[in-house]
């Protein structure tokens, strides 16, 4: 039920350790250009999702309401905390393991092929969508991890509960969730990437970590007035 999220898992695992293998031998000048370019394609990606939204009103509104919950539970900021304290105990010495661990998330989890891919294989179809993914992220990890650290392989953990997650939901209720539903998540999710990319490309830090639970508060908002 969830094979194509453990193999995605593995993915992002085996590419972090090649970046870090990398990431020392690679000038300085040319990790900026691998981050700008990072940040240009997350800017590229979240807006061809966010375009996606025939409800924009719904995902105005969950994005206030899920900013309003996420900043009060004060989410970035124990996201952090957690990350400072995994690196704490594992004795790691990489300055930005935060920064990877939150980036890369992010960037794995938030995609169109995140929800339709893991709601494919929980309904019990092959999970086609997340081997491609698998790929694509298992080469993005590369370039993160060159670029942030060991904090992009411990991104896997999430993204095993998130996506995993979305298999089980899919094989409880996954008759029940329409296309509308899934393009306005993907929509909303296209506006927090759009967030990180700003944040990657140093434009302006934006705790995206706190926009979260939009994710939440749009499927409930399809659900009743989409």
């Known amino acids: 039920m969830i094979f194509g999220t453990l193999v995605n898992a593995?993915?992002?695992?085996?590419?972090?350790?090649?970046?870090?293998?990398?990431g020392s031998r690679i000038p300085n000048r040319?990790?900026?250009t691998?981050?700008?370019?990072?940040g240009l394609f997350t800017l590229l990606l979240g807006f061809s999702m966010g375009i996606k939204t025939t409800n924009p009103l719904l995902v105005i509104f969950s994005l206030i309401l899920g900013g309003l919950l996420g900043t009060w539970l004060n989410l970035h900021?124990?996201?952090?905390?957690?990350?400072?304290?995994?690196?704490?105990?594992l004795k790691l010495k990489s300055g930005s393991f935060n920064e990877g661990f939150i980036t890369a998330f992010l960037m794995f989890c938030m995609g169109?092929?995140?929800?339709?891919?893991?709601?494919?294989?929980?309904?019990?179809?092959?999970?086609?969508?997340?081997?491609?993914?698998?790929?694509?992220?298992?080469?993005?990890?590369?370039?993160?991890?060159?670029?942030l650290g060991i904090g992009v392989i411990f991104s896997a953990i999430p993204?095993?509960?998130y996506q995993g997650g979305i298999s089980l939901l899919g094989y409880a209720v996954g008759e029940s969730i329409s296309q509308t539903m899934i393009n306005e998540i993907s929509a909303t999710?296209?506006?927090?990437?759009?967030?990180?990319?700003?944040?990657?490309?140093?434009?302006?830090?934006?705790?995206?970590?706190?926009?979260?639970?939009?994710?939440?508060f749009i499927v409930v908002l399809v659900y009743f007035f989409g």
Request: cysteine-free; glycine content about 14%; charged content about 15%.
């Open 10 to 22: 593995g993915a992002v695992i085996a590419g972090g350790v090649v970046g870090l293998l990398l």
């Open 159 to 161: 993204l095993l509960l």
């Open 34 to 38: 691998f981050f700008q370019a990072i």
């Open 189 to 216: 999710g296209g506006v927090l990437l759009i967030g990180l990319g700003i944040t990657i490309l140093g434009i302006k830090k934006i705790e995206v970590m706190n926009l979260v639970p939009s994710l939440l």
């Open 77 to 89: 900021e124990r996201i952090e905390q957690s990350a400072g304290y995994i690196q704490k105990k």
């Open 112 to 147: 169109t092929m995140t929800i339709l891919g893991a709601i494919e294989e929980g309904m019990g179809g092959e999970p086609k969508l997340l081997l491609i993914k698998s790929l694509m992220d298992g080469f993005s990890a590369i370039a993160l991890a060159a670029s």
């Open 30 to 32: 040319y990790s900026v």
